[in-house]
């Protein structure tokens, strides 16, 4: 399920102050898996039981003057086009602004719903100077303060009730994995190399709503569906250099997938961009397969694959278990090896273990290396059990769930890990009283 929010609006309204309210929100109420936020253009927000990506625009915009109000206007026109709603921000202590005017403009025209939040509402004498931003035209219109959190509740309560309620995964789908990553790393030739056939300009899917290209494809009698998310940037001419076009499709390949092929350029190693694609999968609980694309033009000698190995699992630490493919879709180097690669991962993700034997295993782990002892009470862990989720997850029942510490919790993991298959698979572990 994937519901996508772009933030919109000028430069200073707060949309970073939003942003990150919204996605602390989240991060209080769950934070299953350990990893750093290392950017904040987007992330998932969480309300009421209903998650959702959520995208900054402004962390997209030059930072030149001439070019400005161009790029604001094509990210507006991409919010249109690529998010499921959008909020545009608007700022009470400045009024309404000839920038807001053309904004508002091009989004009174969406299809999509916007939300115009006005904000910097701090008090109430700026509620009385707000109304004025109902000359805008916009029927959901919401006041707040980003910094307080007042009125934010109110609005979050009113996008979430737009959002469709989960739907219940298709049993027999195929298996999806989505072609991730920076423009030029070589998405398209690696397509290529797998399909045969030359995709270039796909001129059968411009104009067409679909968001990515779907290939069924068939190795060894498994069937399964490449996400592609190179061929419909270049739809439009205009948006192919738009950093934020690519993230966008990226966000919402990610929802879709079930493994994502984070696909690197050998010569220029992982960006900043490139990790926090990663952490999102992460977070999502996405199976991950790293593959380095041209590695027929790096130099090697005895130790390079390992070497690079090394640095590039540091980087994305401190989820390491990732299998990573040195790759040349150009030269079809080890192309179809990714792909029996991303179907392990793929069946890692779906394994269900049975309970006895998880717990044969298990507890031998935790009679082997007990947890410190907290608070003058021993830990025990009396049983364990996968739960009947996407992602795996694990249910450990003891008796003091609360004092496990994250050291212990890790130790758990990698026991996991290390008993069973989950290498490019996230898991989950959660502590009950028992
Ligand atoms: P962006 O450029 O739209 O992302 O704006 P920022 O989030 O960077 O905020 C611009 C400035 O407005 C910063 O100095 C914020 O502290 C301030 N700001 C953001 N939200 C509020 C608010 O609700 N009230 C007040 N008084 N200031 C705010
Ligand atoms: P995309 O934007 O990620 O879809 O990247 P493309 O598939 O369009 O590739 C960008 C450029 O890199 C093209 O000139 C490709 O020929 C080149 N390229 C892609 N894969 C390889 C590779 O494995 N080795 C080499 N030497 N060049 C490659």
């Given at each position: 399920m994937s519901y996508t929010i772009a933030i919109t609006g000028r430069p200073n309204v707060g949309k970073s102050t939003f942003f990150n309210r919204l996605l602390e929100q989240r991060k209080a109420i769950v934070d299953d898996v350990s990893g750093v936020t290392r950017d904040r253009q987007y992330g998932v927000a969480e309300w009421i039981g209903k998650s959702f990506n959520v995208i900054d625009t402004g962390g997209f915009v030059a930072h030149s003057d001439d070019v400005f109000e161009r790029e604001i206007r094509k990210q507006v026109h991409i919010a249109i086009e690529e998010a499921n709603a959008i909020i545009f921000m608007v700022d009470v202590t400045t009024g309404i602004t000839n920038l807001d005017q053309e904004m508002a403009e091009l989004l009174r025209k969406s299809p999509k719903p916007v939300y115009l939040v006005v904000n910097k509402v701090d008090n109430h004498a700026r509620m009385l100077e707000a109304?004025?931003?109902?000359s805008l035209g916009f029927k959901n219109i919401f006041f707040v303060s980003s910094i307080s959190g007042t009125g934010t509740g109110e609005l979050l309560d009113e996008v979430c009730a737009a959002i469709p309620t989960e739907i219940e995964e298709e049993k027999n789908e195929l298996p999806k994995f989505a072609i991730i990553g920076q423009p030029n790393v070589g998405k398209s030739s690696l397509l290529n190399a797998l399909t045969g056939k030359e995709r270039t300009i796909v001129s059968n899917i411009?104009?067409?709503?679909?968001d990515s290209i779907h290939t069924t494809y068939n190795l060894f009698n498994k069937e399964f569906i490449l996400i592609d998310t190179a061929g419909i940037r270049r739809k439009t001419k205009v948006n192919e250099d738009l950093e934020f076009y690519s993230v966008i499709r990226a966000v919402k390949a990610v929802d879709e997938a079930d493994v994502c092929l984070i696909v690197l350029d050998a010569k220029s190693g992982i960006t900043a961009q490139d990790l926090n694609i990663f952490s999102l999968c992460v977070k999502k609980g996405k199976g991950i397969v790293v593959l380095v694309n041209k590695w027929d033009l790096v130099e090697k000698g005895t130790n390079t694959a390992r070497d690079y190995e090394k640095v590039l699992k540091q980087k994305l630490a401190p989820f390491k278990d990732v299998p990573i493919m040195f790759i040349s879709a150009t030269e079809k180097l080890r192309i179809l090896q990714s792909m029996e690669m991303a179907i392990k991962v793929y069946e890692n993700r779906q394994q269900k273990i049975a309970t006895s034997k998880l717990n044969d295993v298990m507890l031998k782990a935790t009679e082997a290396y007990h947890a410190p002892v907290v608070r003058g009470h021993p830990l025990k862990i009396k049983y364990v059990t996968q739960l009947p989720t996407v992602v795996p997850s694990f249910a450990f029942f003891c008796n003091y769930p609360e004092d496990v510490k994250p050291a212990y919790k890790n130790y758990l993991e990698n026991q996991l890990r290390e008993n069973f298959h989950f290498t490019g698979v996230p898991i989950r572990i959660f502590f009950r009283k028992k």
């Open positions: 109304s004025e931003f109902y411009a104009g067409t709503t679909r």
